[in-house]
């Protein structure tokens, strides 16, 4: 795609803004817009502070995947191993807090991989994907409130999940398009320690 085109026929411009709710962890709008033939609409959205994703190497070629209740689907989901960023925090030190926090693991090397937006309709939400290598288990630090159970799986075991509708989570779905094209070979890594 043409990074050069012209998008002010796509572009909505803020009239008023109103907050309609401000919880410990969501904070959501809702905004009236004027729409680029010039009527206006209502855009309700949620702001969110980003989040990192991880997708974690065993040695052995395994990956470190999580089970854990998510309240808002009333399931246990799969996935991989994430958190928030808190106000200020670069996403790698909050993939290697979340890491050790949520599976016990440190890595000996990063890679990012990229960024993706989960909910673009309804969410500023970002998710940042980093690859880690050369784990090694140390003790986990769950947060108060949180359990979650650690599990491993092959990168194929992963793939014929995500074919099944067993992981459904938007990262960890991009998190292994993300694998597949490394392991590949097709997409490469800058790997950092």
Not at 77 to 89: H, I, N, S, W
Not at 103 to 125: C, D, F, K, M, N
């Amino acid at each position: 795609m043409n990074k050069t085109t012209e998008d002010s026929h796509l572009i909505e411009q803020k009239i008023a803004s109103q907050e309609i709710l401000k919880g410990n962890f969501l904070h959501a709008f809702r905004d009236t817009v004027r729409l680029p033939d010039g009527s206006s609409a209502t855009r309700e959205y949620v702001r969110h502070p980003g989040a990192v994703c991880m997708i974690p190497l065993l040695d052995d070629g395994r990956l470190v995947l999580e089970r854990q209740y998510r309240w808002p689907m009333q399931r246990v989901m799969v996935e991989f191993p994430a958190g928030k960023l808190d106000p200020g925090e670069d996403p790698l030190a909050c993939g290697k807090r979340e890491l050790l926090e949520e599976t016990g693991y440190t890595a000996r090397e990063w890679a990012h991989a990229g960024q993706l937006h989960p909910v673009i309709s309804y969410s500023t939400e970002f998710i940042d994907l980093w690859f880690a290598r050369g784990l090694e288990l140390q003790e986990r630090r769950l947060d108060d409130e949180e359990f979650l159970e650690v599990i491993t799986a092959t990168p194929q075991q992963l793939v014929e999940w995500c074919r099944d509708g067993i992981v459904t989570d938007a990262k960890t779905l991009a998190g292994c398009l993300w694998l597949q094209n490394v392991l590949s070979g097709a997409w490469k890594l800058d790997w950092r320690t």
